[in-house]
Nanobody
Framework: QVQLVESGGGLVQPGGSLRLSCVASERIFTILYWYRQAPGKQRELVAS???????NYADSVKGRFTISRDNAKNTAYLQMNSLKPEDTAVYSC?????????WGRGTQVTVSS
């Protein structure tokens, strides 16, 4: 069964940092995406990374978030710095794995003082 498992969320004060991880059960040969969804809001694409390392970011996180991946470990990361209350959301990773559009269950990030 192909799956993605996120970890690393938690409660952090404004201006703080968190590093999220996304571990895949299989090798990922395609683009990997990080999404987030806040209560009452639509899901938002945060960042993406190709297998070769080309990245893209939502304007709202540019300069603060960094996406990376370790293909040997089937793992992707989202380093989040200078966090703001509006970054509060459930963060999920997504990728096409063995032809399946695969989603993790998500990890909660709460930015609050």
């Amino acid at each position: 069964q192909v799956q993605l498992v996120e970890s690393g969320g938690g409660l952090v004060q404004p201006g703080g940092s968190l590093r999220l991880s996304c571990v895949a059960s299989e090798r990922i040969f395609t683009i990997l995406y990080w999404y987030r969804q806040a209560p009452g809001k639509q899901r938002e694409l945060v960042a993406s990374i190709t297998r070769g390392g080309t990245t893209n970011y939502a304007d709202s996180v540019k300069g603060r978030f960094t996406i990376s991946r370790d293909n040997a470990k089937n793992t992707a990361y989202l380093q989040m710095n200078s966090l703001k209350p509006e970054d509060t959301a459930v963060y999920s990773c997504n990728a096409l794995i063995l032809g399946y559009d695969t989603w993790g269950r998500g990890t909660q990030v709460t930015v609050s003082s």
